[in-house]
């Protein structure tokens, strides 16, 4: 099982229509992927419950299908 | 989500150990990269940990994710508290924040 960029983009922006969403393919194998979001919605968030927020958009599939996802999260001028 | 029993291992495991890290394989022999990163990071502060490897116990290995709402292994826990996974602990090491937290916590680092 792999996952596509865009559709990590799309789900990402579906649950945060602000997100700035910038993906980076680390492998080439549809499973290693770096990812910097910038989101209003990340203001007064944890880091641990900003993450959270993009595994909940991801639905499921972080851990499954996606088997690496580096997460640099940050609320617009952090 | 009700209660399930592994939670309550799970809570005697991180209220044992003050810094405790659940990895895929051991200190010693890390299975994966993410989990070699978490384990490096504390060795390189000096601070002592506990890692329970949860390939060796595959209930434990999905416990710990609905344990914390987190889908992934690595994951870091100081005092009880869920700190994060390999991507978090980086950040903070790298930025001085991780040595700063476990010594506010009260863990001992070397010099």
């Known amino acids: ?59 499921g599939r972080m851990g499954d299908s996606l088997h690496a996802l580096a997460l640099q999260t940050s609320a617009p001028d952090d | 989500m009700d209660d399930q029993p592994i939670f309550e291992r799970i809570r005697a495991d991180i209220d044992e150990h003050p810094v405790l890290v659940y990895i895929k394989g051991t200190p010693m022999f890390p299975q994966c990269g993410f989990s070699a990163a978490i384990v490096q990071a504390l060795s390189m502060l000096g601070a002592k940990f ?42 903070m090491y790298e930025s001085g924040e991780l040595a700063t937290f476990l010594k506010d916590k009260g863990i001992e680092l070397a010099d």
């Open chain 1, 1 to 59: 099982m792999a996952m596509q960029a865009h559709e990590i983009e799309s789900l990402i922006k579906d649950a945060l229509p602000d997100a700035q969403v910038t993906i980076d393919d680390l492998a080439g194998d549809g499973d290693h992927y770096a990812a910097r979001v910038v989101s209003a919605s990340f203001k007064g968030r944890s880091r641990v419950q900003q993450h959270q927020m993009i595994y909940d958009a991801l639905r």
């Open chain 2, 50 to 91: 506990k890692g329970i490897d949860v390939l060796a116990d595959p209930p434990l290995r999905q416990g710990v994710k609905d344990f914390s709402n987190w889908p992934t292994i690595p994951q870091l826990y100081v005092c009880g508290e869920f700190v994060g996974g390999a991507d978090i602990v980086r950040e």
